[in-house]
T-cell receptor, first 116, second 112 residues
Framework: AQSVTQLDSQVPVFEEAPVELRCNYS??????LFWYVQYPNQGLQLLLK??????LVESINGFEAEFNKSQTSFHLRKPSVHISDTAEYFC??????????????FGGGTRVLVKP | NAGVTQTPKFQVLKTGQSMTLQCAQD?????MSWYRQDPGMGLRLIHY???????DQGEVPNGYNVSRSTTEDFPLRLLSAAPSQTSVYFC???????????FGSGTRLTVV
């Protein structure tokens, strides 16, 4: 069975400082990897994804994540955060098998609080 | 294009009552899922569907039923509500794993 561990439940960070959110997963098969963001009182939005190819993936709002197969990690980073990045971030893995419905398994989430 | 629509947004139930959470998508997605979100536990899969007429259990299916009679709709039924089912429920749909899932805005359910 797949599992996802987000190592930090909360990350306070000052505006314009860098942030890293850690994610480790366990799986016996190839998976797809995702980061989702949830702003207060909203649903989840896809931030970025890794399927294959280049191990570094980027989002349109300055986040990037690096897939490390040997460490089974998919850490999320942003070099300079804004107040508007205050949200909860979820790492997820997907079983790509059709019979499994491409099920997503989520980590416990990391709350990012950006302070002025 | 409405995406994934969930109704109601808020609901308070008494223990033992039943209700149906509605979910509809207009993107012709094959895959649909129901998750519950509880503090510190992320999202946990309740039930999922790989197409009309095909459903299966997820990680926490007890106390919930689903059916998928059409591609668009995937309702979640609570058979006899319990306080442990107090949670935020999200419906999601997808073309397939490559695309990731699109989520609805959620239903906040309180069982008293």
């Amino acid at each position: 069975a797949q599992s996802v561990t987000q190592l930090d439940s909360q990350v306070p960070v000052f505006e314009e400082a860098p942030v890293e959110l850690r994610c480790n997963y366990s799986s016996s098969v190839s998976v797809y990897l995702f980061w989702y963001v949830q702003y207060p009182n909203q649903g989840l939005q896809l931030l970025l994804k890794y399927l294959s190819g280049s191990t570094l993936v980027e989002s349109i709002n300055g986040f990037e994540a690096e897939f490390n197969k040997s460490q089974t990690s998919f850490h999320l980073r942003k070099p300079s955060v804004h107040i508007s990045d205050t949200a909860e971030y979820f790492c997820a893995v997907s079983d790509p098998g059709k019979a499994a419905g491409n099920k997503l398994t989520f980590g416990g989430g990391t709350r990012v609080l950006v302070k002025p | 294009n409405a995406g994934v629509t969930q109704t109601p947004k808020f609901q308070v139930l008494k223990t033992g009552q039943s209700m149906t959470l509605q979910c509809a998508q207009d993107m012709n997605h094959e895959y649909m899922s129901w998750y519950r979100q509880d503090p510190g536990m992320g999202l946990r899969l309740i039930h999922y569907s790989v197409g009309a007429g095909i459903t299966d259990q997820g990680e926490v299916p007890n106390g919930y039923n689903v059916s998928r009679s059409t591609t668009e709709d995937f309702p979640l039924r609570l058979l006899s509500a319990a306080p442990s089912q107090t949670s935020v429920y999200f419906c999601a749909s997808s073309y397939g794993g490559y695309y990731g899932y699109t989520f609805g805005s959620g239903t906040r359910l309180t069982v008293v």
